[in-house]
T-cell receptor, first 116, second 113 residues
Framework: GAVVSQHPSWVICKSGTSVKIECRSL??????MFWYRQFPKQSLMLMAT?????????EQGVEKDKFLINHASLTLSTLTVTSAHPEDSSFYIC????????????FGQGTRLTVV | GDSVTQMEGPVTLSEEAFLTINCTYTATGYPSLFWYVQYPGEGLQLLLKATKADDKGSNKGFEATYRKETTSFHLEKGSVQVSDSAVYFC????????????FGKGTHLIIQP
């Protein structure tokens, strides 16, 4: 299957700083990228959906000013957690899909964020 | 809204045992249904899918049948191996691919030799 690379795989940052997570589709053009958040022993919760060249659509309850999503090209989307706090510590996973009505979504390996 | 409920683990089985992981859903319309697997240290991988009622998805010895009447998509395998140890997620897509997936909480499967 297609490959989605997410970087970094883990990061520790100080409270109040910002962290950027990258999601790249390595061998296909991702018209849509999704960002999920996973709490321990919980399901993946969709945070936002982004289409290349347009603003991301955030799910209810997700702060768009805190979680900045950029999808500037067909192979790269970034999630920036701004002014991070300990409660933002979580596992963040991106997913990318190409065109077509039921095109399969491929997942990155996830990023473990710890805010201290 | 859409939701997926799957049995919580961990589920511990001996090698060559029969596996069933239950999954039920609520959704508007006729969603597509998926099972994803996450091996330790790796991202989610699509295991199998079904896009309409009575479809059976299968891969690597795993099977699941889309049952509209019971809104279920139970995952089965006749003889599990140690290498099947992973976390399994049931998911649905009711947006025709345009929206993200709705996931269950995941079931941690442990296969003992």
């Amino acid at each position: 299957g297609a490959v989605v690379s997410q970087h970094p795989s883990w990061v520790i940052c100080k409270s109040g700083t910002s962290v950027k997570i990258e999601c790249r589709s390595l061998d296909f053009q991702a018209t849509t990228m999704f960002w999920y958040r996973q709490f321990p022993k919980q399901s993946l919760m969709l945070m936002a959906t982004s289409n290349e060249g347009s603003k991301a659509t955030y799910e209810q309850g997700v702060e768009k000013d805190k979680f900045l999503i950029n999808h500037a090209s067909l192979t790269l989307s970034t999630l920036t957690v701004t002014s991070a706090h300990p409660e933002d510590s979580s596992f963040y996973i991106c997913s990318a899909r190409g065109g077509g009505r039921v095109a399969e979504a491929f997942f990155g390996q996830g990023t473990r964020l710890t805010v201290v | 809204g859409d939701s997926v409920t799957q049995m919580e683990g961990p589920v511990t089985l001996s090698e060559e045992a029969f596996l069933t992981i239950n999954c039920t859903y609520t959704a508007t319309g006729y969603p597509s249904l998926f099972w994803y697997v996450q091996y330790p240290g790796e991202g989610l991988q699509l295991l199998l899918k079904a896009t309409k009622a009575d479809d059976k998805g299968s891969n690597k010895g795993f099977e699941a049948t889309y049952r509209k009447e019971t809104t279920s998509f139970h995952l089965e395998k006749g003889s599990v191996q140690v290498s099947d140890s992973a976390v399994y997620f049931c998911a649905l897509d009711s947006g025709g691919g345009a929206d993200g997936l709705t996931f269950g909480k995941g079931t941690h499967l442990i296969i003992q030799p």
